[in-house]
C-alpha cells in the first residue's frame, strides 16, 4: 500500500476542484465549492491540517455537525455528503487518505417529494415586484435584472453570460450563448443555447438600461456584458443577492408578513437579504415564470424549450400547478375529440 502524502484541507479543494474544471460546467464547479466549504470549515475547527488523518469516525462526527445544523434541509445534507463521498474517492487516487474511506460515508436517502422545493415567486407577487420597480427604479440594474429573469425564465448562469450584443431589439430577441473560452458557461453547454422572444414592454426596459444605467465597461476577455458592475461583469453571487434583496416584502412597499420590525430584523441589511423568510432565489423566480406559463396553457415543450429544460424535469421540479389545474388542462385539450 502507498504511503500517504500530507496534504491540507484547503490545498485538497483546491485541487480537486482544478482536477473537476476541464469536467464539469462552471455552475457545477461552483455547487462543489459550496458544498465542501462546511467541511473545510469543519477541519479547521477540529484542528485538522492534515487530511491523512481523517478516518470514518471523524466522517461520521462531521456528518453529526452538519445535522445539527436546525435550518439544513435533508436534500441539502445529502448533497453536501455526496460531493464529500466523491472529493474523499479523489483524495484516495492521489494517496492523501486511507483507500476505500468514502464508502465509509453515510449518504441520507431524500424522498422525491422531499427532493423537489415548493418555493417560488408567484405570479401576483412578481407584478408587485416589477410594478415597484417600474415606478420607482425604473430600468435600473434590479429592475432589468428581474425583468429578465421573469420573462425569460433562464437561469442566474444564463443571465450571468449575457452580453450587450446579445440582445437584438429589432427582432425583439436576447440570445442565451455558451462561450467557455471567454469566461461564461451554461449548465447544458452549447445544448443550453437558444434565441428567446422578448414583449415590447420587456425591450423598452433593456434598451433604455443599455443606454442609460449599465456601466460601460468590459469583462476580461475584451466583452461587453450586459449586467456589470463598475469593475466588469456582474458576479453570481452579486446576482443571487440582488435578488434576494428586492423580492423582501418591505423592499417593495408591503408591511412585513413576519411581524418583524425594520431596525431589528436580521434581514434588513443588503447582504442577509436571503435571512428573510420570504425573500425568495434567481431559481424561484425561474421556477415562477415557468409555472406562469403552464398556467396559462403554453404547450409543454414550448415551454421546455424556451427555458432549456425538458418536459419530465418540468413537471418533476418546476409545475407548481395543482391535481385540479391539471386535470382542468387535460379537460381542454381533451374536449371535442
Known amino acids: 500500500m502507498a504511503e500517504l502524502e500530507p496534504i491540507t484541507p484547503t490545498e485538497a479543494k483546491e485541487m ?3 482536477q473537476r474544471r476541464a469536467e464539469v460546467a462552471e455552475a457545477t464547479l461552483q455547487g462543489y465549492h459550496y ?4 467541511f473545510v470549515q469543519w477541519c479547521e475547527q477540529e484542528g485538522i491540517t492534515n487530511l491523512n488523518d481523517l478516518t470514518a469516525r471523524s466522517l461520521h462526527e462531521y456528518r453529526l455537525w452538519r445535522k445539527e445544523d436546525g435550518d439544513l434541509k435533508k436534500i441539502t445534507l445529502k ?5 464529500l463521498r466523491v472529493f474523499v474517492k479523489f483524495l484516495e487516487s492521489i494517496n492523501g487518505v486511507e483507500q476505500g474511506l468514502h464508502d465509509k ?3 441520507p436517502t431524500v424522498e422525491d417529494e422531499e427532493a423537489v422545493s415548493n418555493s417560488m415567486l408567484d405570479s401576483d407577487r412578481a407584478e408587485q415586484v416589477l410594478d415597484y420597480l417600474g415606478k420607482y427604479e425604473y430600468a435600473s440594474k434590479r429592475h432589468t435584472l428581474v425583468t429578465v429573469l421573469w420573462h425569460t425564465g433562464c437561469r442566474m448562469g444564463a443571465a450571468h453570460s449575457l452580453d450587450v450584443s446579445d440582445f437584438d431589439p429589432e427582432e425583439q430577441a436576447l440570445a442565451i450563448r455558451h462561450r467557455p473560452d471567454n469566461g461564461t458557461h ?3 453547454k452549447q445544448s443550453g443555447e437558444r434565441i428567446c422572444a422578448l414583449s415590447e414592454d420587456v425591450c423598452d426596459v433593456l434598451e433604455d438600461y443599455i443606454e442609460v ?6 469583462d476580461d476577455h475584451g466583452r461587453e456584458p450586459l449586467f456589470t458592475t463598475r469593475y466588469g461583469r456582474m458576479h453570481r453571487s452579486k446576482i443571487r443577492e440582488m ?3 428586492v423580492t423582501r416584502p418591505c423592499a417593495y412597499g408591503e408591511d412585513c408578513p413576519h411581524g418583524r420590525a425594520p431596525d431589528s430584523c436580521e434581514a434588513a441589511t443588503y447582504t442577509q437579504a436571503s435571512k428573510c423568510p420570504s425573500s425568495v432565489s434567481p431559481h424561484d423566480i425561474r421556477r415562477g415564470s415557468i409555472t406562469r406559463l403552464l398556467r396559462n396553457e403554453v404547450p409543454k415543450q414550448v415551454v421546455a424549450d424556451r427555458v432549456n429544460s425538458s418536459p419530465e424535469t418540468l413537471e418533476k421540479h418546476y409545475s407548481q400547478l395543482t391535481e385540479e389545474e391539471k386535470m382542468e388542462q387535460r379537460r381542454g385539450y381533451l374536449e371535442g375529440l
Not at 458544498?35 to 462546511?38: E, H
Not at 448533497?79 to 460531493?83: D, N, V
Open 16 to 18: 480537486f476542484l482544478a
Open 35 to 38: 458544498r465542501l466549504k462546511p
Open 79 to 83: 448533497g453536501q455528503l455526496s460531493t
Open 105 to 107: 460515508i453515510l449518504v
Open 186 to 188: 451554461l449548465k447544458n
Open 213 to 218: 444605467t449599465r456601466d460601460d465597461v468590459t
Open 243 to 245: 435578488v434576494y434583496a
